[in-house]
């Protein structure tokens, strides 16, 4: 048998009962370290498999798409290096299950795969205050003084302040100046774009004359890459913020704010907003405010350690027509329905003819999120509590109604910029189609749609896809339809279906990129001549990059794409993210031919 093929092979043994715990052993033992792990909370930690023996050189990706094609639906893969095993956990016994008696003695390139169920893993705060605990026990023992040691203990006396602390963790580039910070991110860019270069080299050798040309041209790069654009605005500029409630690292109960670590990191802290440069004036008057609502109240914070305590996290979306909308997520214990309906009716009071009455929120939700059994925010009850269900926002001209778990660029005047470049790139006219995929609130859709004959959007969240068909009506549009369901599943039918001379596909996915089915979809339609890509995180994208670029195989069908221009747009002022922009362009062999066979209309 092939080194790459995959089969089901002899098992090697019975499914064995338990794998050993990655955690250092001395946390093992500890009971206490491993109490979040309930039958009545989600946490996929409780559905944990390993898998051994795996090939070596295997990254996430692969085993991703290793057991996606056995219908095995992991929910998170974790991979140490090079070795050669993973943990993998589920959403659910059954599907637990299900991957163990898949995958157990399958061969893959050779290596014959062994499953057996994981310990969870231990409460990173509980290990880090053990390990304090160890600590500090060990110094009294060893030289009669507590504290910290002094390698520990940071030079020159106090610590940084608070507003600075937040600052290096929710804005890293707050004290770089701006054209520094824009030439960073447009390094970031550069190196992506040197990268898939040699990604196309490797799986594409009828590329290569056209590949070398450009990358003599575009400094090792497949493509030119326009200036990067800039943020009109660099502070103030996100219309959307999650709050944690938690203790203050100030010391001051039910605060409001932002974590000072991760939590896998052992803090639990939270430092209020008030400093920070990137969120909105309007979006810290609604958190000062629900700040001073929660503290009056009886019911305590929830703690992630103890499973106790109620109040959890704070949404607020804000609009450029001064609208917000905030979301109070609360776990309700064993709270009696009335008690829950007298706090909400507290809330109702508070924010529409009491002290919080000029906060600015036209829209206040209350959400239970008590005991999950989904990891899905989304499937949380969502009530109203007072105002408008939606909020509007205004974009290039047009109006957007968003719903509490609809997607907007958390930038609107970046959005714009981007937006504008994306229309620019797609080449439209009246016979163009365009589907728009991972559409949001259909916000690039209907700014093309009077350019076009006909916008198609998808959009996974049902809520998002309500918006859309709103939006357009709101801005007068007919010639713009929504479907929803995930991509893969809906893309390619409505593909198939499109007869247009012109199709033109705008993508704009989640951080992971587009699943693999719809690039193998986009590959096939070969009616499908110029695609544009917007990539929050280029690095994440570059599987969905190379795919679309390789040479047809067995797998992969339909003519190539290839990288045409990028431009990278600055979206998040004061961090290291950054907006990718990447046309490509269907590959069209007669073209060339003709200009090879006429050197003149070449020279030309």
């Known amino acids: 048998m092939a080194d790459d093929a995959e089969s089901k092979g002899e098992s090697p043994s019975p499914l064995p009962k338990e794998a050993t715990e990655e955690e250092t052993p001395d946390t093992n033992s500890d009971p206490s370290l491993f109490r979040y792990v309930k039958g009545d909370l989600f946490t996929s930690e409780i559905y944990k498999v390993e898998i051994r023996n795996l090939p070596k050189f295997v990254g996430f990706n692969d085993l991703k798409k290793f057991l996606s094609k056995h219908g095995v639906n992991p929910h998170k893969i974790k991979l140490f290096g090079r070795q050669t095993f993973a943990f993998v956990t589920f959403k659910n016994e059954e599907e637990r299950d299900k991957a163990m008696k898949m995958v157990h003695g399958m061969q893959w390139k050779g290596q014959v795969l062994t499953v057996r169920l994981a310990k969870p893993k231990a409460d990173p705060i509980l290990q880090k205050r053990k390990q304090q605990q160890q600590q500090q026990e060990e110094e009294v023992g060893g030289d009669g003084a507590g504290g910290p040691p002094a390698a520990k203990r940071k030079e020159g ?12 963790v929710v804005t890293p580039l707050w004290n770089v100046p701006y054209e520094e910070q824009l030439r960073r991110k447009e390094q970031e860019v550069v190196a992506v774009l040197q990268r898939l270069a040699k990604e196309i080299g490797n799986t594409n050798k009828g590329m290569l004359p056209w590949l070398f040309a450009q990358k003599e041209k575009y400094n090792k790069m497949c493509c030119p890459l326009e200036a990067i654009r800039p943020s009109p605005t660099q502070t103030e500029y996100r219309n959307k913020c999650e709050f944690l409630i938690s203790m203050g690292a100030d010391g001051q109960d039910k605060t409001v704010g932002f974590r000072l670590g991760k939590y896998k990191g052992g803090s639990c802290a939270v430092v209020g907003p008030a400093d920070t440069c990137h969120v909105s004036a309007e979006a810290k008057k609604v958190v000062s405010q629900f700040q001073e609502f929660i503290r009056a109240t009886p019911y305590s914070v929830y703690s ?58 036209k829209s206040l939700y209350f959400v239970r999120e008590g005991q999950r059994t989904s990891p899905n925010l989304e499937d949380l009850p969502c009530e109203l509590v007072a105002g408008d269900a939606c909020i509007h926002e205004e974009l290039l001209g047009l109006t957007f109604q968003i719903s509490p778990h609809s997607f907007f660029q958390v930038n609107t ?32 859709g209907i700014s093309l749609a009077k350019r076009v004959k006909k916008v198609i959007g998808i959009e996974l969240c049902q ?13 007068g549009l007919s010639n713009v339809e929504f479907h929803c369901g995930k991509a893969e599943d809906v893309f390619p039918s409505i593909l198939n279906s499109v007869v247009s001379p012109n199709v033109t596909a705008v993508v704009d996915p989640p951080r992971a990129g587009l699943h693999s089915k719809v690039i193998l979809a986009i590959r096939r339609a070969e009616h499908l001549k110029r695609l544009v890509y917007v990539a929050c995180n280029g690095k994440a994208a570059m599987n969905n990059f190379i795919d679309l670029c390789r040479a047809p195989s067995n797998r992969v069908h339909g003519t190539p794409f290839r990288p045409v221009r990028a431009m990278a747009v600055d979206l998040f002022p004061q961090t290291m993210h950054v907006e990718m922009l990447l ?22």
Request: glycine share 6%; proline share 3%.
């Open 583 to 604: 046309l490509l362009e269907r590959i069209d062999y007669d073209a060339q031919q003709k200009t090879t066979d006429n050197p003149e209309e070449k020279a030309c």
């Open 463 to 475: 809520e998002a896809v309500e918006d859309a068909k709103v939006n357009a009506k709101l801005n």
């Open 413 to 444: 005047g970046a959005a714009e910029v981007l937006y504008s470049a994306v229309g620019e790139w797609a080449q439209l006219d009246q016979d163009s189609t365009v589907l728009d995929v991972c559409c949001g609130t259909g916000t690039i």
């Open 157 to 168: 006396g106090d610590e940084e302040p608070l507003s600075v602390q937040i600052a290096n």
């Open 304 to 361: 992630p350690e103890t499973y106790e305590g109620h109040w959890k996290q704070l949404t607020v979306r804000t609009t450029r027509t001064k609208q917000a909308m905030a979301m109070a997520f609360f776990n309700p214990q064993k709270l009696e329905e009335k008690e829950l309906d007298e706090l909400k009716a507290s809330m109702r009071t508070y924010f529409t003819t009491g002290e919080g009455k000029d906060s600015g929120v």
